[in-house]
């Protein structure tokens, strides 16, 4: 069975997130959409409410899990029997840091392959920091996410 498993910390989940699961869909068997844990990094929504967000998104996928784990990807990605992790290309600056990632991942991992998908023209400007941007100063970020969590975010 061909597992991917896509860490992010989805801050939250945007349509580029959406898009890149499924057109890796055919690709894998099933893919697990991972939070990684990064208790020096602050967010905007807790690890619950992204969590309860992926699950919204995902529910009618039987191929899509949702997860969260602490410490390396790579050994993450040991204990789901995964050898593949899966990111997105929106620009240069992902490319030079997906890079490095990716080269020692496959060190660490031990052969773990980083497959990378160029994301589509309409949503390659989306990121989950202008989210944020747009919710904090009060403006309407639904344009550049799933629907099924637009009623989940202002509670
Ligand atoms: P991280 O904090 O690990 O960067 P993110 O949730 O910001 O987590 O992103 C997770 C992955 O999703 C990254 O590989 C990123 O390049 C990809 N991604 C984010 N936004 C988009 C988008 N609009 N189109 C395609 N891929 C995206």
């Not at 920091?129 to 969590?149: H, Q, W, Y």
């Amino acid at each position: 069975m061909k597992i991917a498993v896509f860490p992010g910390s989805f801050d939250p989940i945007t349509v580029g997130h959406v898009d890149l699961v499924k057109r890796a869909l055919p690709l894998f068997d099933k893919i697990v959409i991972a939070i990684g844990i990064n208790a020096s990094k602050k967010y905007l929504y807790s690890l619950e409410e992204r969590m309860a967000h992926l699950e919204a998104v995902f529910v009618d996928y039987d191929n899509v899990e949702v997860d969260t784990y602490e410490g390396l990807t790579a050994h993450y990605c040991t204990k789901v029997k995964s050898r593949y992790l899966l990111r997105g290309l929106r620009n240069a600056s992902d490319f030079d840091y997906e890079k490095t990632i990716s080269q020692l991942n496959n060190i660490v991992g031990d052969g773990i392959e980083t497959m990378f998908l160029i994301a589509q023209p309409e949503v390659s400007h989306i990121s989950s920091t202008i989210v944020r941007e747009i919710i904090k100063g009060g403006g309407d970020a639904s344009p550049f996410l799933p629907k099924e969590i637009w009623g989940m975010l202002n509670s």
